[in-house]
């Protein structure tokens, strides 16, 4: 006989084991909903502190920004500087930033806030001759808060500053105004309409027209000039016709040297080319693996041509032709104007013509070309560098060996100049500015400018910051430098983005 209650007993198991699993599940469910509101309340304190991160170094990008690059100098603050940087590194920071070199934030929105500060030290200093470059770090520590939540997160942006002082290359700036333009350099100063600045990267609080607090041009290239003649001097007056004679390899004589097109022998070897008198022509172009430089005058015609892979040279003119086992100085010394300055090919007969097409280099990959001249000079065509890809609103530079620099007593853009001109090049511009004399022209230029004054009647220049940084090396002048020492800041950029560990 079946004993009594056995099926309310196993009711009853059942019922405890179901409501077991059923606590279980719902203490399951409270857990994992504790656990979710904790990872999202994390993952919106860490949203927090980086945004106070970001906040904080754009705060720093806009007061570099607003800051009147390039800041004057005294010699006698360069040289406390230059002597002990460890003494001085809050004041060069401060000069720099225009605020103390610590600093703290905050911010936020109702419930959520954010809060931190920033920290800029010096790491090191190099002594780069004319100037001084100090490289420096900034941390910016951000912690992220929700109101009546004890939980918060911290987050760490490391970034790099690097500032230079001193007789600063100009390259450095992108398009600088110099002071003091009472030359009859054309009035153009800030705003320019049609002008469009596009800086480097860690560059861009210099992507603008910036103003030199005092004249900063020097009125003579001095370095690109002794490293063409071999010569040493110290102001343009010791550059008499008796030691250019020298230089030259001419016979001794009062008189001025004759006009003409002349390679410079030197102890080394061959120095540059120095020209005396205006050019009519001076046409760059690429054949093969030579770089070729024609000039024509009123009366001849010369060319030179160098391979810097089988380091050889040659040279033509009037009297006859000479070839040597040695490489050139890539300098160029033009004593007058320059009517007609372009970029070419090789016509049927191998005697170098201005060309209009975009896709055409005149200027060799790895050669570094500096041309001086006294006078204006006009400018007729493109002036392309090999290993440079243009992508749609871009320039791709694929090594940043190849390099060309103009120094002349005033850039002009001439009126036979193509609709749509491509320049990459240094332009700077000692005497009359930079100035376009057909109407509405379109100038894409890589690289950067500097004059007294900029006339685009009309048209639009767009500048894409290339600084040209030249490495030190027997076949190129020193930098052009600033007459006068000032400071600017030559990188900002992000560099390391970390959680606290001191979190």
């Known amino acids: 006989m079946p004993r009594?209650?056995?099926?309310?007993?196993?009711?009853?198991?059942?019922?405890?084991i179901f409501s077991s699993?059923?606590?279980?599940?719902?203490?399951?469910?409270?857990?994992?909903?504790?656990?979710?509101?904790?990872?999202?309340t994390l993952s919106v304190l860490e949203i927090l502190a980086e945004n106070g991160a970001k906040q904080e170094y754009e705060a720093l990008a806009?007061?570099?920004?607003?800051?009147?690059?390039?800041?004057?100098?005294?010699?006698?603050?360069?040289?406390?500087?230059?002597?002990?940087?460890?003494?001085?590194?809050?004041?060069?920071?401060?000069?720099?930033?225009?605020?103390?070199?610590?600093?703290a934030f905050e911010g936020g929105w109702g419930a959520h806030s954010w809060s931190g500060r920033s920290d800029a030290v010096i790491k090191g200093i190099q002594d780069l001759g004319p100037f001084v470059r100090a490289q420096c770090g900034i941390t910016i520590l951000s912690r992220g808060n929700i109101e009546a939540r004890p939980a918060f997160r911290s987050v760490r942006l490391e970034a790099s500053l690097d500032i230079s002082a001193g007789s600063v290359p100009l390259s450095f700036f992108p398009v600088l105004l110099d002071a003091g333009a009472d030359d009859g350099a054309p009035v153009g100063r800030p705003p320019l309409p049609g002008l469009t600045v596009n800086p480097a990267p860690g560059l861009r609080h210099l992507g603008r027209v910036l103003e030199a607090p005092a004249p900063l041009i020097p009125e003579w290239y001095g370095?690109?000039?002794?490293h063409a003649l071999d010569l040493r001097l110290f102001k343009p007056q010791d550059l008499s016709a008796a030691r250019l004679r020298q230089a030259l390899g001419l016979e001794a004589s009062p008189d001025p040297v004759p006009d003409g097109v002349y390679l410079v022998r030197s102890d080394d070897g061959l120095g540059g080319v120095y020209v005396r008198g205006d050019l009519e022509e001076l046409i760059l172009a690429v054949d093969e693996d030579r770089q070729i430089l024609f000039f024509r005058n009123r009366d001849s015609a010369y060319t030179l041509s160098?391979?810097?892979?089988?380091?050889?040279?040659?040279?033509?003119g009037p009297t006859g032709g000479e070839a040597f086992d040695a490489l050139v100085r890539p300098v160029v010394i033009i004593d007058g104007k320059v009517a007609s300055l372009g970029g070419g090919r090789l016509d049927d007969s191998g005697?170098?013509?201005?060309s209009s097409g975009e896709d055409v280099p005149s200027l060799l990959f790895g050669v570094r070309l500096t041309i001086v001249s006294t006078g204006p000079a006009t400018i007729s065509s493109h002036l392309i560098r090999q290993g440079v890809e243009w992508r749609p609103?871009?320039?791709?530079?694929?090594?940043?060996?190849?390099?060309?620099?103009?120094?002349?007593?005033?850039?002009l853009i001439g009126e036979e100049a193509p609709?749509?001109?491509?320049?990459?090049?240094?332009?700077?511009?000692?005497?009359?500015?930079?100035?376009?004399?057909?109407?509405?022209?379109?100038?894409?230029?890589?690289?950067s400018l500097q004059a007294s004054g900029i006339s685009l009647a009309g048209g639009r220049l767009t500048v894409d910051h290339d600084p040209g940084a030249r490495a030190d090396g027997a076949s190129v002048p020193g930098p052009l430098g600033t007459t006068a020492p000032v400071l600017v800041v030559t990188s900002f950029k992000p560099e390391s983005w970390s959680r606290d560990e001191n979190e």
């Open 223 to 226: 370095p690109a000039v002794e």
């Open 419 to 447: 609709s749509r001109l491509v320049l990459q090049a240094q332009l700077v511009s000692s005497g009359a500015g930079f100035s376009v004399l057909g109407r509405n022209r379109d100038i894409h230029l890589l690289g």
């Open 393 to 411: 609103g871009l320039p791709y530079v694929r090594e940043s060996n190849t390099e060309l620099v103009i120094f002349a007593g005033g850039i």
């Open 62 to 103: 806009s007061l570099l920004a607003g800051r009147p690059f390039p800041l004057p100098l005294d010699e006698e603050r360069l040289e406390d500087w230059r002597g002990n940087p460890a003494a001085h590194a809050s004041a060069i920071l401060e000069t720099a930033l225009g605020r103390e070199a610590a600093s």
């Open 351 to 354: 005697t170098p013509r201005l």
């Open 306 to 316: 160098f391979s810097p892979r089988r380091g050889t040279t040659e040279f033509s």
């Open 21 to 40: 699993l059923g606590l279980g599940l719902v203490f399951l469910t409270q857990t994992s909903l504790e656990i979710g509101r904790a990872v999202k």
């Open 4 to 16: 009594r209650g056995a099926a309310t007993l196993a009711v009853l198991c059942l019922f405890v």
